[in-house]
């Protein structure tokens, strides 16, 4: 269904007179795993901030991950639990070089520059670091099986995509657009659509030949998560001066993904522009943001009557301020735990795809706490992942 909306919307789109870039999908040889019979989805999806060098921890190794990918229940019986690994990041700062690069449109503030090909390659030598991101949560995934047998899936690994800024410097409309580097021996021109297209599939593309090297047997390579949490168009003219005009882009990102058998993410927060006609853009798995940990005025149930009326799943979200430790921490579980009483109360549980925003490191910090309020919200968390209906179905 989402693959004939995807169709209608870039037949619309070029009604219109969008830019269309004819063969953008032919002659695109497909990996091994990318000839699957339909798109590799997740039922639980968990970010992991990495590759900016103010991160504490900076790495994802084994022993940072292997909280993510079993769980022990208070019987002692060892379960899967997240089947999905979003591995992002929307800056890198603290650098040795002092540099500031920002990897989507609205970091930059007053500091820093966009991001150009050189960083974007950092980007991914990180997640494919020895010992680090993708081989880390092979090696865990591995051991796993080892103890609880084959995994009902391989665990899915969805890889950010960087927002090609148009300026290096976004909010000065002055300021270069032959920032980012050169493909094919031409510097690309991010002024001009194709190439900022081309600068994404570029991206794409590196991914998945890295990924090929690896020769992973326990994780699959599954789609690619699209960084900025909102997509702007001609009619958001109040924001004119840091317009990406990604709505011309993404459908053909979309299009080159779909072309591969990838499955395209998006979590906007809620009342992003564009959330409410996400479809439009070629996405596949989208989970909406409620905020409400932060912003406790966004009501729930209207939160959850936008998620039934956009049909995407939910985002649950929190961070160390959780931690029984924390001054004011107790508020904060209690907003949590209504994230899953309204997903159950909702019918979004059993219907809807989850992610979980936990900041740099709040999932692993709760799950390394001896403390008792910690202990007891940790195990309501993986109970509700373990137990996620969808996953039977």
């Not at 297209?197 to 090929?212: E, M, N, S």
């Not at 853009?281 to 005025?297: A, E």
Request: aromatic fraction near 16%; proline fraction near 5%.
């Amino acid at each position: 269904m989402k693959r004939k909306l995807f169709r209608a919307a870039i037949s619309a789109i070029t009604a219109v007179g969008f830019l269309v870039l004819p063969n953008a999908c032919s002659q695109v040889k497909l990996y091994p795993w990318e000839n699957r019979e339909a798109p590799a989805t997740t039922t639980d999806a968990v970010l992991c901030y990495g590759g900016s060098h103010h991160r504490t921890p900076f790495l994802w190794d084994r022993e940072r991950l292997a909280p993510y990918v079993t769980y022990v229940d208070k019987e002692g019986r060892e379960h899967w639990l997240f089947d999905g690994f979003i591995f992002l990041e929307f800056q890198d700062t603290n650098r040795p070089d002092k540099a500031l690069y920002t990897f989507e449109t609205g970091h930059l503030r007053d500091m820093g520059v966009a991001a150009g090909k050189a960083q974007w390659q950092e980007l991914i030598d990180y997640y494919f670091t020895k010992g680090n991101g993708v081989e880390a949560l092979e090696d865990v995934v591995k051991e796993a099986e080892g103890r609880l047998g084959k995994a009902p899936q391989k665990r899915r690994v969805i890889m950010v995509l960087p927002d090609p800024v148009i300026h290096q410097h976004y909010i000065d409309t002055t300021s270069t657009t032959t920032y980012w580097g050169a493909l094919d021996g031409r510097q690309l021109d991010f002024s001009k659509n194709e190439d900022r297209i081309a600068a994404c599939k570029w991206f794409i593309d590196q991914v998945r030949a890295k990924f090929a090297k690896g020769d992973y047997e326990h994780v699959d390579l599954a789609g690619f998560y699209w960084l900025r949490e909102i997509v702007t168009r001609p009619v958001d003219t109040e924001f004119s001066y840091h317009l990406t005009r990604s709505d011309i882009m993404l459908p053909h990102i979309a299009e080159y993904l779909h072309s591969l058998n990838y499955t395209f993410n998006w979590i906007p927060y809620y009342g992003s522009r564009g959330y409410d006609v996400w479809q439009t853009f070629g996405f596949d798995q989208v989970y909406l943001q409620p905020n409400y940990y932060w912003k406790p005025q966004n009501d729930m149930d209207t939160v959850c009557d936008q998620i039934d009326r956009l049909g995407v799943g939910m985002e649950l979200e929190f961070e160390p301020t959780l931690l029984n430790a924390r001054e004011g921490s107790e508020a904060f579980r209690a907003r949590f735990r209504d994230y899953i009483k309204y997903a159950r109360q909702r019918g979004i549980y059993g219907r809807q795809p989850f992610a979980y925003y936990h900041g740099t490191n709040g999932f692993y910090d709760l799950s390394a706490s001896d403390d008792p309020a910690d202990r007891e919200l940790f195990d309501e968390l993986c109970q509700f992942i373990i137990n996620n209906p969808l996953r039977r179905q």
